[in-house]
């Protein structure tokens, strides 16, 4: 399997893990407890910050080259394509939620929950998606020198919290994974 294709699946995984947690603090926020809102604005900030500016783009530049070269179905990636930017607005759509209630604003738990779950269930729907059905026809019709033009035109941007963390970036992001690790 290609770098890129190790890459992607490694942050899948580690994707996987902030969607846990996010799910995690809104079901505190659900049983009426107050969550760290820090945490889950560093959450948001590293899918903006990562996952739309290096994850998705590379994504893009695979699934461009899969339907420029007419790998069938076309939908497996045109999709996710178009829910990278969807994706990127419900991520948006919930962190202003969060910044209203940091803010006293008078929003309603139900409708801040709502925009939270509706980004985690869409996340992960488009990650098994991705995984099931789009990685594996690019694994199989993708050449060397197609995944060389991919690599050359894909963001060098390192992971800034798993790759090499930037711990007063996303300070409370990086106490809470490293906790969840240690026994």
């Not at 008078?106 to 985690?120: I, N, Q, S, T, Y």
């Amino acid at each position: 399997m290609h770098a890129i294709m190790t890459r992607l699946g490694q942050d899948h995984a580690r994707l996987s893990r902030v969607l846990d947690l996010l799910e995690e603090l809104l079901d505190r926020f659900h049983d009426g407890q107050e969550p760290d809102y820090e945490l889950m604005d560093e959450l948001l900030e590293y899918m903006d910050s990562y996952a739309d500016i290096v994850h998705h783009p590379i994504e893009d530049l695979i699934f461009q080259r899969l339907l420029d070269k007419g790998v069938e179905p076309s939908e497996v990636f045109s999709i996710p394509m178009r829910q990278h930017a969807g994706l990127s607005q419900l991520a948006k759509d919930f962190r202003q939620s969060l910044l209203g209630i940091l803010s006293e604003e008078v929003l309603l738990r139900e409708d801040v929950e709502a925009a939270g779950r509706a980004l985690v269930g869409n996340q992960r729907g488009h990650l098994i998606q991705e995984e099931r059905e789009a990685f594996p026809l690019a694994i199989e019709h993708l050449t060397e020198a197609d995944w060389a033009e991919i690599e050359a035109a894909a963001p060098a941007v390192e992971d800034p919290l798993f790759g090499a963390p930037d711990p007063q970036r996303f300070k409370a992001l990086y106490r809470q994974l490293v906790e969840q690790v240690q026994p």
